[in-house]
């Protein structure tokens, strides 16, 4: 797939994730009575927020390389990080609460605690949440580059998202589900920023320019990349023939990205040429196997 359908999938996971979660969320601001404090209410709300919305940002690396069980995975994994996310989230927001209602009460500005100091405040909850949703994947896959991307997109993402979220309960109409808007506001939010700050810190892309998974363009945005047609790889290409299990492998170091054959028994040519192991520049073309594929910057 392309990376731009990889970014309207990320887009679609948020909006499904924000949808998810509102109905939840309803039930517990209907329960707020029942909850032995304002904190713990605060806290059951974060964690059933960040539940689901981690559990379909979770899913995605799964859906990319088309591996189901890695979307399962990916969801166990996304689903426990955003519960926990969302209730130190939220809880940091209230924090911030206080911190920022002394300095607007302090000046005798209720109505400015009311419209500026109260959803910042939350804000600032919706984007620690995101920071630990966006960084999920990463958890996961135990990749350093992946967390660093996923909270930078998560933190911006859900600054905004959740300023959003907040503000529409404010001057959204009463009929409209403002709730519902907002929470589809701030996954969409943490998707784009992912997104774009996934494709900012990239290496590159490979594109498949033969077989079964012509088109299909695989992200650069791990230290090592392997390459072959198990599963277990980041770049799985299962369809082709005359390569092993783990055929190859790409690591960057300094900038530079280096190819690796593990597998002498199956060439790897770059540029038609059989290497062992050969620093790659943009537009070379490897041959893995069967598989041709076009090393790009976007």
């Given at each position: ?70 979307i399962v995975a990916g969801m166990l994994v996304g689903a426990l990080v955003g519960l926990i996310g969302g209730l130190v989230g939220l809880l940091i927001g209230q924090a911030a609460l206080f911190l920022i209602g002394g300095l607007f009460l302090g000046l005798d500005s209720y109505r400015s605690f009311q419209t ?183």
């Amino acid at each position: 797939m392309s990376t731009g359908v990889r970014r309207l999938i990320l887009l679609c996971l948020g909006i499904l994730g924000g949808a998810a979660a509102w109905p939840l969320a309803e039930l517990v601001v209907a329960s707020q009575a029942r909850f032995p404090s304002y904190l713990f209410f605060i806290a059951v709300l974060g964690a059933a927020v960040g539940m689901l919305m981690g559990a379909f940002f979770g899913s995605a690396a799964g859906i990319f390389a088309r591996v189901g069980s890695r979307i399962v995975a990916g969801m166990l994994v996304g689903a426990l990080v955003g519960l926990i996310g969302g209730l130190v989230g939220l809880l940091i927001g209230q924090a911030a609460l206080f911190l920022i209602g002394g300095l607007f009460l302090g000046l005798d500005s209720y109505r400015s605690f009311q419209t500026i100091g109260l959803p910042i405040a939350r804000a600032v909850g919706w984007a620690f949440l995101g920071v630990f949703v966006g960084a999920a994947e990463g958890l996961r896959a135990g990749s350093g580059k992946k967390i660093g991307i996923g909270l930078i997109g998560g933190l911006i993402g859900g600054l905004i998202g959740g300023a959003v979220l907040e503000y529409s309960r404010l001057y959204l109409p009463p009929a409209l589900p403002s709730r519902l808007i907002g929470l589809i506001v701030l996954g969409l939010a943490i998707g784009l920023f992912y997104g774009i700050i996934e494709r900012s810190m990239a290496f590159g892309t490979l594109r498949v320019l033969n077989g079964r998974l012509k088109g299909k363009e695989f992200i650069l945005n791990e230290g090592r990349v392997r390459i072959g047609r198990a599963r277990r790889n980041q770049i799985t290409l299962e369809p082709y023939e005359n390569l092993a299990d783990r055929q190859a492998q790409i690591r960057f170091r300094k900038g530079e990205a280096v190819l690796t054959n593990l597998e002498p028994k199956h060439p790897v040519l770059v540029n038609d040429r059989p290497v062992t192991e050969q620093r790659l520049k943009y537009e070379d073309v490897l041959k893995i196997g069967s598989a041709k594929l076009f090393y790009q910057y976007e």
